[in-house]
Every structure is written in structure tokens, then in C-alpha cells.
């Protein structure tokens, strides 16, 4: 009693009143740090060693040669951006990893930047945090800062791997700052869309597409020369137009940096909001939508169109891009059968013909589509740990028939995503006048599905043993996979390591039949991964 | 219906080094209003994630209709469930959700669920994202008390609602209890436990403290006796019972009394007693007396 009832010294009030905002800061480099420091890694490691190799990829003038024609190509030009000096190490690698890297850095900015503010905001922490003498401005501002500079630290990363493997100061400093200032951009839009709108998803969706309006617009500047200034408009043209190892050009850099001040300054004058308000605010009441609410796998239908319509967006534009870049991609390997030999050595062989082009290229989209299984199976945990899926389990049916039911729509919504693409590619070869038909662009896209549907097999899994690691495991199967293929034939591993891979055992469909064994291998390992999955759902505790 | 709404026994649940529960032997009939009593962590939850199949427990079992609770696709046709924190999805409004659980659920009395939408002033067209706590609550009452399931399993289910609201639930129990339902209620109101339970049972650190009808309760526990006399001052220090005996004034006298009151009254005779009041405890202070005292 006696010690409460004493007046609090001076130090401690001073201690009061000075802390909130430090611990603010603490708290938000807490949320971000880990995913700060996975994209500094990785900016500076795909940076070091793409310069690092640049010696034995361009070894001779004929090679440099050629790969200025395919870099020239304006398909390979939409792709890959305007390309630099790329004799130099410095210049090839920002050929190679600049937009990679640039959408990496991006994506993830803003994503962190709308989970911890918006996404705390909606998940009502912040409102005890904001109930001490923090306000939420300050709040606000000290998030900026710690984002900002983990952006900076991201394009830091990438110049000073560019800096140890020798490349040119001058051109690694001013690539490194393109990075580091598309992050800051996207961090400002990020905040700015967490002010406006009132739900997480929305804001996350608002600089979503920001970023593909972004890319599309930089596409069109590359790809189309007579459509160049486009990129004056988008922070990846504004990066390109800079030419880091070439021209070293500041103008488009203060560009950029003036529009992130712009927008960075808006999201903290949009901050003067009411908290868990925005400006955009949803209808306080609507008529009700009965659609889809009459079973299990109904409901789990409804919950999965708005992020299967985004998904097919993304896979579908990119592939349509890819059928419609067929035609010019063909023909310029079959006028270079030295880059085809080249190519065909590497082990992608058949790339002048548009079966074996379509084929390499939808290797690729089992990424994507077990990365939506893979988010479909998170948010079924999600709702899980945030109690809602409780009320469902309530009812009269099993977890293990419930969660079956999950699983069974994520996996009709994967084959949707894949006959996406194949209709896109078709389509866009359509246009592009490749000789390329619907049943072959479906079947090429068809025959990568059982690699997703591992993934979702691993997921589901997850979800029954291991729920905290849903992603990671899910991403063994596929992303590892993919990355252990390219591992091994980098450093040339005994055959037996890249036969681990699903990739390894794809046919090149079309151009070849398909691995009916292979396939149906994975299809049981995957059906296996989620029978166990869910028998262990069934039997293990709610969480709650 | 010769088999028991509820039973469990020897239920035990530990998560890691925690006893959650230890050895809980329930039963409770069909149509009786259960009242299900402890502090915070003391295992209230935990029993009802067990009788839902939701967790499995360590040892022991639970039947709910005679029917295991793990098999949850039968017991659940015959159960209604709010939970303590109801979640919902945000962007669903309150008639969605309604009409989700209700064609998810063990069959719903449309009717009765548009009168309680009333009843209980809960706007449906509103995304649950806008709902308060209270509101939330609402609408897992609403879809509960719709069902017409032979058991209701409600898990602190007032606790956000207001005192307008809290007798719109009060008399929903009644009705569910009019209408043969059984109510197994764990609660935090004691009033509200007072006035709507036949039995409760009192929970303490995973064990059960305690199990009776509210009435059984109070004579079990001390009971106020204010007596005035005319007489000699009655002797009372010997009398089985008895105990904090207090000189109010001047032919005025106070005790506690546990258990019968026959050997006081007989001592009490003697003395020509004028008035005598008789306080018995309320179903708070038992509380408070259990977990006051006894400690947790």
C-alpha cells in the first residue's frame, strides 16, 4: 500500500513520457525484422552470385553476342526490362535479378507494412496499444520509419554484394538505391491504402495493385519503344530508366524518391482518422446474400471466388503475356540456332518449336497454383485459430469431413487456376499467331498439376501434424523442389539428387506425352499427405 | 429418455503439465437447466470442449444422450453451442451467418429465429466485421435457441449483453426448458444462475467442488438467524451448528447456522422469542465463500 500511495520520482515519469515511441519502434521491428532480413539475404545473395558467375555465363565475345540479341528481343525486353551493358558483370546482373528483385522487395514492404498496421488495427491490438500515452500518428510514424529503413537495408544488401564481387561503384550504388527507394515506395503505399480503407484484405488489395499496374505499365514501356515514356509513370520504368553500369542516370531516382515522399507523406496526413475508421468506408448495412451458405462445401465455395478471381488474374494476365510473346520468342531461336544449341544444352531443348516453349514455360505455374492451395489451407487454420471455424464444427458433422471439404474445394479451385492458364496461353498465342491449340495449351497446363496438388497434399498434412508450419512444408514439395533442380544443375550434382525434385520427372507436355507414372505417383503421395492429413486433423484438438 | 443429457466420467484433460481437468464425474437429466460454476481457468471451457468432441480428453469419458462425445456427427444433431468469445467471419452479415448455421445445423425453427432477431434487437443486415461483443453474442443466442436441440451448451453467454438483454436470455431459457430442452450454462452471473438453474456445480482448479440444487446449496452452507427475545439470553455456544454468536443489543441476538436447524430452535424455546428473521446466503456469497476461504 505505502509504496503506491507515494508520489512517482521524476525519473520514472521521465521514463514514462519518453518510452512510448521507443517502444513502438521495438515493437515494429519485432513484427518485420524476420522478414526484413530473409529479403536483405536474398537481394544480396542473388545479387553476388549472378555477378560472381557472370564470367563462366558470358565467357566468350560470340556469347555476349547472342545474349544481346535475346536480351534485344522485345519479348525477352517486356520480360526482363531494357537491358544495360551486359558485357559488364554489374549490368548483366541487374538484367537478370533487377525486376525480380525490385518485385520482391515491393511486395514484401507492402505486405508488411499493411499486416502491421491496418491488419493489427483490424485485429484489435492497437487499441490497447494507443489507450497509453502513444497516439496514432506517432504510431503511425514510427512504423514508417522502421519499414523505410528496412527497405533501405534491403537495396544496402543488394549494392554491397554487388560491391564484393567487384562490379562498378557507381552503377552498384544507384541500383541498390532503385531498390531500396521501390521499397520505400511501396511501404508509403502500403500505409497510404491502410489509412483509406478499413479492412486489411482491401488495403492489401489497393497496393496490390498498385504494384501489377506498376509492372504492366513498365511492361508496356519495354516491350513497346514508341510507349517508352510510360515509364516515367511507374516506379519499375523509373528504376529501368535509371541504367545502373551504364548511363548511371539520378533524374528518374529523384523522380521515384519524390513520389515516395509524396506518398508517404499522404498515408501520415490521412492518418488524422478516427482509429479502426478510414476514408473509405463500407455500407454500415446491406441486403443479405444467401448464395452459397447451405452446406459445407457451399460455404467453402463462396469463401474461395474473391481470392480464386485475384489469383486467375495474376496467373491469367502473365500467361496470356506468355502466349502472346510466343510467336516473337519462336521465331527469333529458330533465326539463333546458337542461343537453341545453347538452350538445349542447358536441358531446354526444343525451345524454337511453341510446344517445347509452352512446355518450359508452364513448368513454372505449379508454383502459383499450390501457393493458392498452399493460402487456402493457412486461412482454413486461420479461421481455426480465430475461433470462427468453431461454430461450423459445432454442427453435425465430423472436423475430418469439414476440413474434407476444404480440401476438395482448394483442389477444384487449383484445376480452375490451371485451365486459366492453358485458355490464357492459347489465347494469347491466338493473337500472337503461334501455332498453338486450346486442347494443347490445356493438357501442357493439365500436366503440372499433380506438382501443386503434392504441395496441397503437403499442406493438408501440415495442417493435421504441424499446423504452425503449414507453409513452410507445403513450400518442400514445390518451391524447394524447383530450387533443388536448379541447385543441382548448377553444381552439378549426382543425378539421383535432381531425381528428388516432382520437376524432374515433368514431361514436356506438349511437345512429348506425359509421365502418366509420375504423375499418378505424385497424385497418390499428394491423396496419401492429405487422407493422413486429415485423419490427424480429425483426432487432434481444436485449436482455440 | 432414460439415458442423461450430459455424463462424464473420471473426465480428465492435461495439456503438457496442466491439469485442466482431473477426474470429473457429471450427470445431469435430461430437461434439467445446469448451471456450471468456477473462477476464470478453472476448467469450465476445457469440460465443454470435451462434451463438444472439440479436444479429446486425457482419460475418462463423456456421453452426451448416451452417445460418446467423440462421435460428433451424432451428438451434434442434438446440440446447440454459443461459445464464451464468438467469432464470426467479418464480412458476413448477421442474417448470413444465421442462415449458414442454420443450414449447417441440426435443423431450425425459422420462426422462432425471426421472433429472437426481434426479441433480442439484433440487426441482421450488418457485416459481423461492425458487430460489438455483445451483438456477437446475440447472434450465436439467436442461432442456438433456434435449433430447438435437445441440449443447449452455452458457454458465458451474457456476458457482453446488457441488463434489457439479459432477461430477453433469461426467458429464452425458460421457454428451452418449457420446451423439454436441456441447458447446460456456465456462467459468471450468479443471479442470473440463481434464477434460471435447478442444479449447479461448482468447478475449483479442474476438480469439482461441489454439485446441488440451488436451494441444497444454501442449507448447506451458513444460513443468518436474527432472533429477538423477551427471556433469559439463551445459551446457544453448545448447540451443533452454531457458530459467530453476537450480543446485537439488549435481548438481541445473531448466529450462523449450518446444517439443521432443529437443536437451535430447540435452545431458542426457552427464551419466549419475539421476532426471528432468517437471511440464507446468496449463490454469490457461496461462491465467494468457496473460493475466498478455501483459496484456489
Same mark, same amino acid.
Given at each position: 500500500?505505502?509504496?503506491?500511495?507515494?508520489?512517482?520520482?521524476?525519473?520514472?515519469?521521465?521514463?514514462?513520457?519518453?518510452?512510448?515511441?521507443?517502444?513502438?519502434?521495438?515493437?515494429?521491428?519485432?513484427?518485420?525484422?524476420?522478414?526484413?532480413?530473409?529479403?536483405?539475404?536474398?537481394?544480396?545473395?542473388?545479387?553476388?552470385?549472378?555477378?560472381?558467375?557472370?564470367?563462366?555465363?558470358?565467357?566468350?565475345?560470340?556469347?555476349?553476342?547472342?545474349?544481346?540479341?535475346?536480351?534485344?528481343?522485345?519479348?525477352?525486353?517486356?520480360?526482363?526490362?531494357?537491358?544495360?551493358?551486359?558485357?559488364?558483370?554489374?549490368?548483366?546482373? #541487374?538484367?537478370?535479378?533487377?525486376?525480380?528483385?525490385?518485385?520482391?522487395?515491393?511486395?514484401?514492404?507492402?505486405?508488411?507494412?499493411?499486416?502491421?498496421?491496418?491488419?493489427?488495427?483490424?485485429?484489435?491490438?492497437?487499441?490497447?496499444? !494507443?489507450?497509453?500515452?502513444?497516439?496514432?500518428?506517432?504510431?503511425?510514424?514510427?512504423?514508417?520509419?522502421?519499414?523505410?529503413?528496412?527497405?533501405?537495408?534491403?537495396?544496402?544488401?543488394?549494392?554491397?554484394?554487388?560491391?564484393?564481387?567487384?562490379?562498378?561503384?557507381?552503377?552498384? #550504388?544507384?541500383?541498390?538505391?532503385?531498390?531500396?527507394?521501390?521499397?520505400?515506395?511501396?511501404?508509403?503505399?502500403?500505409?497510404?491504402?491502410?489509412?483509406?480503407?478499413?479492412?486489411?484484405?482491401?488495403?492489401?488489395?489497393?497496393?496490390?495493385?498498385?504494384?501489377?499496374?506498376?509492372?504492366?505499365?513498365?511492361?508496356?514501356?519495354?516491350?513497346?519503344?514508341?510507349?517508352?515514356?510510360?515509364?516515367?509513370?511507374?516506379?519499375? *520504368?523509373?528504376?529501368?530508366?535509371?541504367?545502373?553500369?551504364?548511363?548511371?542516370?539520378?533524374?528518374?531516382?529523384?523522380?521515384?524518391?519524390?513520389?515516395?515522399?509524396?506518398?508517404?507523406?499522404?498515408?501520415?496526413?490521412?492518418?488524422?482518422?478516427?482509429?479502426?475508421?478510414?476514408?473509405?468506408?463500407?455500407?454500415?448495412?446491406?441486403?443479405?446474400?444467401?448464395?452459397?451458405?447451405?452446406?459445407?462445401?457451399?460455404?467453402?465455395?463462396?469463401?474461395?471466388?474473391?481470392?480464386?478471381?485475384?489469383?486467375?488474374?495474376?496467373?491469367?494476365?502473365?500467361?496470356?503475356?506468355?502466349?502472346?510473346?510466343?510467336?516473337?520468342?519462336?521465331?527469333?531461336?529458330?533465326?539463333?540456332?546458337?542461343?537453341?544449341?545453347?538452350?538445349?544444352?542447358?536441358?531446354?531443348?526444343?525451345?524454337?518449336? #511453341?510446344?517445347?516453349?509452352?512446355?518450359?514455360?508452364?513448368?513454372?505455374?505449379?508454383?502459383?497454383?499450390?501457393?493458392?492451395?498452399?493460402?487456402?489451407?493457412?486461412?482454413?487454420?486461420?479461421?481455426?485459430?480465430?475461433?470462427?471455424?468453431?461454430?461450423?464444427?459445432?454442427?453435425?458433422?465430423?472436423?475430418?469431413?469439414?476440413?474434407?471439404?476444404?480440401?476438395?474445394?482448394?483442389?477444384?479451385?487449383?484445376?480452375?487456376?490451371?485451365?486459366?492458364?492453358?485458355?490464357?496461353?492459347?489465347?494469347?498465342?491466338?493473337?500472337?499467331?503461334?501455332?498453338?491449340?486450346?486442347?494443347?495449351?490445356?493438357?501442357?497446363?493439365?500436366?503440372?498439376?499433380?506438382?501443386?496438388?503434392?504441395?496441397?497434399?503437403?499442406?493438408?498434412?501440415?495442417?493435421?501434424?504441424?499446423?504452425?508450419?503449414?507453409?513452410?512444408?507445403?513450400?518442400?514439395?514445390?518451391?524447394?523442389?524447383? !530450387?533443388?533442380?536448379?541447385?543441382?544443375?548448377?553444381?552439378?550434382?549426382?543425378?539421383?539428387?535432381?531425381?528428388?525434385?516432382?520437376?524432374?520427372?515433368?514431361?514436356?507436355?506438349?511437345?512429348?506425352?506425359?509421365?502418366?507414372?509420375?504423375?499418378?505417383?505424385? !497424385?497418390?503421395?499428394?491423396?496419401?499427405?492429405?487422407?493422413?492429413?486429415?485423419?490427424?486433423?480429425?483426432?487432434?484438438?481444436?485449436?482455440? | 429418455?432414460?439415458?442423461?443429457?450430459?455424463?462424464?466420467?473420471?473426465?480428465?484433460?492435461?495439456?503438457?503439465?496442466?491439469?485442466?481437468?482431473?477426474?470429473?464425474?457429471?450427470?445431469?437429466?435430461?430437461?434439467?437447466?445446469?448451471?456450471?460454476?468456477?473462477?476464470?481457468?478453472?476448467?469450465?471451457?476445457?469440460?465443454?470442449?470435451?462434451?463438444?468432441?472439440?479436444?479429446?480428453?486425457?482419460?475418462?469419458?463423456?456421453?452426451?444422450?448416451?452417445?460418446?462425445?467423440?462421435?460428433?456427427?451424432?451428438?451434434?444433431?442434438?446440440?446447440?453451442?454459443?461459445?464464451?468469445?464468438?467469432?464470426?467471419?467479418?464480412?458476413?452479415?448477421?442474417?448470413?451467418?444465421?442462415?449458414?448455421?442454420?443450414?449447417?445445423?441440426?435443423?431450425?425453427?425459422?420462426?422462432?429465429?425471426?421472433?429472437?432477431?426481434?426479441?433480442?434487437?439484433?440487426?441482421?443486415?450488418?457485416?459481423?466485421?461492425?458487430?460489438?461483443?455483445?451483438?456477437?453474442?446475440?447472434?450465436?443466442?439467436?442461432?442456438?435457441?433456434?435449433?430447438?436441440?435437445?441440449?443447449?451448451?452455452?458457454?458465458?453467454?451474457?456476458?457482453?449483453?446488457?441488463?434489457?438483454?439479459?432477461?430477453?436470455?433469461?426467458?429464452?431459457?425458460?421457454?428451452?426448458?418449457?420446451?423439454?430442452?436441456?441447458?447446460?450454462?456456465?456462467?459468471?452471473?450468479?443471479?442470473?444462475?440463481?434464477?434460471?438453474?435447478?442444479?449447479?456445480?461448482?468447478?475449483?482448479? *479442474?476438480?469439482?467442488?461441489?454439485?446441488?440444487?440451488?436451494?441444497?446449496?444454501?442449507?448447506?452452507?451458513?444460513?443468518?438467524?436474527?432472533?429477538?427475545?423477551?427471556?433469559?439470553?439463551?445459551?446457544?455456544?453448545?448447540?451443533?451448528?452454531?457458530?459467530?454468536?453476537?450480543?446485537?443489543?439488549?435481548?438481541?441476538?445473531?448466529?450462523?447456522?449450518?446444517?439443521?436447524?432443529?437443536?437451535?430452535?430447540?435452545?431458542?424455546?426457552?427464551?419466549?422469542?419475539?421476532?426471528?428473521?432468517?437471511?440464507?446466503?446468496?449463490?454469490?456469497?457461496?461462491?465467494?465463500?468457496?473460493?475466498?476461504?478455501?483459496?484456489?
Amino acid at each position: 500500500m505505502t509504496t503506491i500511495d507515494t508520489a512517482p520520482s521524476t525519473t520514472n515519469l521521465t521514463d514514462m513520457v519518453s518510452r512510448p515511441g521507443r517502444t513502438a519502434t521495438a515493437l515494429t521491428v519485432r513484427q518485420v525484422r524476420r522478414g526484413a532480413a530473409l529479403v536483405a539475404v536474398l537481394a544480396a545473395a542473388m545479387s553476388a552470385l549472378v555477378a560472381g558467375t557472370h564470367a563462366s555465363t558470358v565467357s566468350s565475345p560470340a556469347q555476349a553476342e547472342a545474349l544481346a540479341a535475346l536480351a534485344g528481343n522485345p519479348a525477352i525486353r517486356t520480360l526482363f526490362g531494357e537491358p544495360t551493358d551486359l558485357a559488364d558483370p554489374g549490368g548483366f546482373t #541487374v538484367w537478370r535479378t533487377g525486376i525480380f528483385l525490385a518485385v520482391l522487395i515491393g511486395a514484401w514492404t507492402l505486405l508488411a507494412t499493411t499486416r502491421i498496421t491496418r491488419g493489427e488495427e483490424d485485429a484489435g491490438r492497437v487499441d490497447l496499444l !494507443l489507450s497509453g500515452p502513444l497516439t496514432a500518428r506517432h504510431l503511425l510514424r514510427r512504423q514508417l520509419v522502421v519499414l523505410l529503413t528496412a527497405a533501405a537495408i534491403a537495396g544496402a544488401a543488394a549494392t554491397v554484394a554487388l560491391l564484393v564481387a567487384g562490379t562498378d561503384p557507381a552503377g552498384a #550504388v544507384v541500383h541498390g538505391s532503385g531498390l531500396a527507394l521501390i521499397g520505400m515506395f511501396f511501404a508509403g503505399t502500403g500505409a497510404l491504402t491502410a489509412q483509406v480503407f478499413t479492412a486489411r484484405s482491401a488495403a492489401t488489395g489497393g497496393a496490390v495493385a498498385v504494384l501489377a499496374v506498376g509492372l504492366m505499365l513498365r511492361m508496356v514501356g519495354d516491350g513497346a519503344p514508341q510507349l517508352g515514356w510510360v515509364r516515367w509513370l511507374t516506379p519499375f *520504368g523509373l528504376t529501368g530508366l535509371s541504367r545502373p553500369y551504364d548511363t548511371n542516370r539520378w533524374l528518374p531516382l529523384l523522380v521515384l524518391a519524390a513520389a515516395t515522399a509524396a506518398v508517404t507523406v499522404a498515408a501520415v496526413l490521412a492518418g488524422r482518422r478516427d482509429v479502426r475508421g478510414g476514408w473509405v468506408t463500407p455500407a454500415a448495412g446491406r441486403p443479405p446474400r444467401f448464395a452459397l451458405l447451405g452446406s459445407v462445401p457451399a460455404f467453402a465455395l463462396r469463401r474461395m471466388l474473391r481470392p480464386l478471381a485475384g489469383w486467375a488474374t495474376g496467373i491469367g494476365a502473365y500467361f496470356l503475356l506468355i502466349g502472346l510473346i510466343a510467336e516473337s520468342m519462336i521465331t527469333f531461336l529458330a533465326d539463333n540456332p546458337h542461343f537453341a544449341d545453347l538452350a538445349a544444352r542447358a536441358g531446354f531443348a526444343g525451345l524454337d518449336a #511453341v510446344e517445347g516453349y509452352a512446355a518450359t514455360l508452364f513448368a513454372l505455374l505449379a508454383l502459383p497454383v499450390s501457393g493458392f492451395a498452399t493460402a487456402r489451407i493457412t486461412a482454413l487454420h486461420a479461421d481455426e485459430t480465430g475461433r470462427r471455424w468453431t461454430l461450423l464444427c459445432a454442427g453435425p458433422r465430423t472436423r475430418r469431413s469439414a476440413a474434407g471439404a476444404e480440401v476438395l474445394i482448394t483442389t477444384a479451385g487449383s484445376v480452375a487456376l490451371t485451365l486459366v492458364a492453358g485458355a490464357a496461353v492459347a489465347a494469347g498465342a491466338v493473337v500472337s499467331g503461334a501455332p498453338l491449340s486450346l486442347t494443347e495449351a490445356l493438357a501442357g497446363a493439365l500436366n503440372v498439376l499433380p506438382v501443386a496438388l503434392l504441395g496441397l497434399g503437403a499442406a493438408v498434412l501440415a495442417l493435421g501434424v504441424a499446423p504452425q508450419f503449414i507453409g513452410w512444408i507445403a513450400a518442400l514439395p514445390t518451391v524447394g523442389g524447383f !530450387l533443388l533442380l536448379i541447385l543441382a544443375d548448377s553444381i552439378d550434382a549426382p543425378a539421383w539428387i535432381a531425381k528428388l525434385s516432382p520437376f524432374a520427372h515433368l514431361a514436356r507436355v506438349p511437345a512429348e506425352g506425359p509421365q502418366v507414372t509420375a504423375a499418378a505417383i505424385m !497424385l497418390l503421395l499428394g491423396g496419401i499427405g492429405c487422407v493422413v492429413g486429415l485423419a490427424t486433423y480429425g483426432r487432434r484438438d481444436l485449436a482455440t | 429418455m432414460s439415458a442423461a443429457a450430459v455424463r462424464t466420467d473420471n473426465l480428465t484433460k492435461h495439456y503438457g503439465a496442466v491439469r485442466a481437468l482431473d477426474q470429473l464425474d457429471l450427470h445431469v437429466a435430461a430437461g434439467e437447466v445446469f448451471g456450471f460454476l468456477g473462477p476464470n481457468g478453472a476448467g469450465k471451457s476445457t469440460t465443454i470442449r470435451l462434451l463438444l468432441g472439440l479436444a479429446r480428453p486425457t482419460a475418462g469419458t463423456a456421453h452426451l444422450f448416451g452417445i460418446p462425445s467423440s462421435d460428433v456427427a451424432v451428438t451434434h444433431r442434438r446440440l446447440a453451442y454459443v461459445p464464451a468469445d464468438v467469432a464470426l467471419w467479418p464480412q458476413l452479415t448477421g442474417a448470413e451467418i444465421l442462415e449458414l448455421l442454420a443450414r449447417t445445423g441440426p435443423g431450425t425453427d425459422r420462426a422462432y429465429q425471426a421472433e429472437l432477431v426481434d426479441r433480442f434487437s439484433l440487426d441482421p443486415n450488418k457485416p459481423a466485421r461492425t458487430y460489438s461483443t455483445g451483438n456477437r453474442q446475440k447472434v450465436a443466442l439467436v442461432a442456438a435457441f433456434a435449433t430447438r436441440a435437445p441440449l443447449l451448451i452455452l458457454d458465458e453467454p451474457t456476458s457482453g449483453l446488457d441488463p434489457l438483454m439479459e432477461r430477453e436470455f433469461r426467458t429464452a431459457v425458460r421457454e428451452a426448458c418449457d420446451r423439454g430442452q436441456t441447458v447446460f450454462l456456465s456462467s459468471h452471473q450468479l443471479a442470473e444462475v440463481e434464477a434460471v438453474c435447478d442444479r449447479v456445480a461448482i468447478l475449483r482448479t *479442474g476438480q469439482l467442488a461441489e454439485v446441488a440444487t440451488v436451494n441444497d446449496l444454501r442449507r448447506l452452507h451458513r444460513t443468518e438467524i436474527e432472533v429477538s427475545f423477551t427471556g433469559a439470553q439463551p445459551d446457544l455456544s453448545t448447540v451443533t451448528g452454531v457458530d459467530d454468536i453476537d450480543t446485537v443489543a439488549a435481548g438481541r441476538i445473531r448466529f450462523s447456522l449450518t446444517g439443521p436447524p432443529a437443536p437451535a430452535l430447540k435452545a431458542l424455546a426457552a427464551a419466549d422469542v419475539a421476532t426471528l428473521s432468517v437471511r440464507e446466503p446468496s449463490l454469490e456469497e457461496i461462491f465467494l465463500g468457496y473460493y475466498g476461504e478455501a483459496g484456489r
